[in-house]
C-alpha cells in the first residue's frame, strides 16, 4: 500500500486516514493490522526515574481491547529488557512484546525469540557497561542502566555541564570500537554494531502473525532507535511521537504527544470492538 506524500502532520488528519482504512463495508477491510509501540515516551510520558512511569488503567484497557479485537495484533517493542517491561504492562496473553531493542520478543502460545547473537554480545556488554559506570559514577545526576545487549546512560536529573561531560567520555569510549552511540530521550543509548535494532523486533513479529506480508503495519515511536522501525516498514503507517523539527525522522506522520497517541488507541480500540 502506498500512502500520499506529503503526509498529514495533524491528528484528526491521522485518525482520518486510519479510519477510512478499516472501513469494514468495503472488502479490503478483512486486511489485518498490525500494531507496534514504543513504550517510552509512546505510551507513557518520560519521568524522572524510569521506575516512576505510570501506564495509565484506560490506556490499559483500550490496549488488551485492541489486542483482542477481530483483526488487530498489538506488540509493544520497548528498548527496556523484557522482565522490566513487563513490571509495567499488563500480563495479557494476546499481547507481543520485545524488549532490549529487538533482542528479546515474547508473543502469544509461547512464543519466544532472541536474537542469535544476543549471548556474545551479552558478555561483552557486561564489560562496556561496567566500564562506563567507572567512566561516568562521579557526574551529577548521570547513571548507566544495563541491559542485556546495551545499556542507557540517564541524565534526565544531571546539570548540563555534566551531560556535556557524559557526552565527551561516551564518545571518546565508543570512538573505534564495536559500540555505536545514539542519542535517546534524556538519555544516550550504547549499543553493539551487530547487536539487535528494534527492525529484527519488527520482523520477527511480522514473519509469526503476518508471514505474507500483507498487514497494514503501524508502528509509533518517538525515539531515535525507533527509526529502525520506521525504516524496516517502508510501505507502512509509521508515526513520530513528538513535532520538534529537530529530530528528523523517517516516520510517515508526526503527532504532538503521548495523550495523542492514548486518544488514537482509545478512538481504535472503539473503533474495532464495536458491533
Ligand atoms: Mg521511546
Same mark, same amino acid.
Given at each position: 500500500?502506498?500512502?500520499?506524500?506529503?503526509?498529514?502532520?495533524?491528528?484528526?488528519?491521522?485518525?482520518?486516514?486510519?479510519?477510512?482504512?478499516?472501513?469494514?463495508?468495503?472488502?479490503?477491510?478483512?486486511?489485518?493490522?498490525?500494531?507496534?509501540?514504543?513504550?517510552?515516551?509512546?505510551?507513557?510520558?518520560?519521568?524522572?526515574?524510569?521506575?516512576?512511569?505510570?501506564?495509565?488503567?484506560?490506556l490499559?484497557?483500550d490496549l488488551?481491547?485492541l489486542?483482542?479485537?477481530?483483526?488487530?495484533?498489538?506488540?509493544?517493542?520497548?528498548?527496556?529488557?523484557?522482565?522490566?517491561?513487563?513490571?509495567?504492562?499488563?500480563?495479557?496473553?494476546?499481547?507481543?512484546?520485545?524488549?532490549?531493542? !529487538? +533482542?528479546?520478543?515474547?508473543?502469544?502460545? =509461547?512464543?519466544?525469540?532472541?536474537?542469535?547473537?544476543?549471548? #556474545?554480545? *551479552? @558478555?561483552?556488554?557486561?564489560?562496556?557497561?561496567?566500564?562506563?559506570?567507572?567512566?561516568?559514577?562521579?557526574?551529577?545526576?548521570?547513571?548507566?542502566?544495563?541491559?542485556?545487549?546495551?545499556?542507557?546512560?540517564?541524565?534526565?536529573?544531571?546539570?548540563?555541564?555534566?551531560?556535556?561531560?557524559?557526552?565527551?567520555?561516551?564518545?571518546?569510549?565508543?570512538?573505534?570500537?564495536?559500540?555505536?552511540?545514539?542519542?535517546?530521550?534524556?538519555?544516550?543509548?550504547?549499543?553493539?554494531?551487530?547487536?539487535?535494532?528494534?527492525?529484527?523486533?519488527?520482523?520477527?513479529?511480522? !514473519? +509469526?502473525?503476518?508471514?505474507?506480508?500483507? =498487514?497494514?503495519?503501524?508502528?509509533?515511536?518517538?525515539?531515535? #532507535?525507533? *527509526? @529502525?522501525?520506521?525504516?524496516?516498514?517502508?510501505?507502512?503507517?509509521?508515526?513520530?511521537?513528538?513535532?520538534?523539527?529537530?529530530?528528523?525522522?523517517?516516520?510517515?506522520?508526526?503527532?504532538?504527544?503521548?495523550?495523542?497517541v492514548r486518544e488514537i488507541i482509545h478512538?481504535m480500540a472503539?473503533?474495532?470492538?464495536?458491533?
Amino acid at each position: 500500500m502506498m500512502w500520499p506524500t506529503p503526509m498529514p502532520h495533524h491528528n484528526h488528519d491521522l485518525l482520518t486516514v486510519l479510519l477510512r482504512h478499516g472501513n469494514r463495508s468495503v472488502p479490503s477491510s478483512q486486511q489485518t493490522w498490525l500494531w507496534f509501540f514504543d513504550f517510552d515516551g509512546t505510551l507513557v510520558d518520560l519521568a524522572p526515574h524510569p521506575d516512576a512511569v505510570k501506564l495509565l488503567p484506560d490506556l490499559t484497557d483500550d490496549l488488551i481491547r485492541l489486542a483482542t479485537a477481530p483483526l488487530q495484533t498489538v506488540a509493544i517493542v520497548s528498548g527496556r529488557p523484557l522482565r522490566d517491561l513487563t513490571r509495567h504492562l499488563p500480563s495479557h496473553p494476546a499481547l507481543w512484546l520485545a524488549g532490549d531493542h !529487538g +533482542a528479546e520478543v515474547r508473543g502469544p502460545q =509461547s512464543f519466544v525469540w532472541r536474537h542469535p547473537s544476543q549471548e #556474545t554480545i *551479552e @558478555d561483552e556488554a557486561n564489560t562496556v557497561a561496567l566500564d562506563l559506570h567507572t567512566r561516568v559514577k562521579d557526574l551529577p545526576g548521570v547513571w548507566v542502566e544495563a541491559k542485556a545487549t546495551s545499556m542507557s546512560i540517564h541524565y534526565r536529573q544531571a546539570p548540563q555541564a555534566a551531560i556535556v561531560n557524559l557526552n565527551r567520555i561516551l564518545r571518546e569510549y565508543c570512538w573505534g570500537s564495536t559500540w555505536v552511540l545514539k542519542p535517546g530521550q534524556l538519555c544516550y543509548e550504547v549499543r553493539a554494531t551487530n547487536g539487535p535494532t528494534k527492525a529484527d523486533a519488527v520482523r520477527v513479529i511480522r !514473519g +509469526a502473525v503476518d508471514p505474507q506480508g500483507t =498487514s497494514l503495519c503501524l508502528a509509533w515511536g518517538d525515539d531515535v #532507535t525507533d *527509526e @529502525d522501525m520506521f525504516l524496516a516498514l517502508p510501505t507502512g503507517l509509521t508515526v513520530k511521537v513528538g513535532t520538534d523539527a529537530a529530530f528528523p525522522t523517517s516516520a510517515r506522520f508526526r503527532v504532538e504527544s503521548v495523550a495523542t497517541v492514548r486518544e488514537i488507541i482509545h478512538q481504535m480500540a472503539r473503533y474495532w470492538t464495536q458491533s
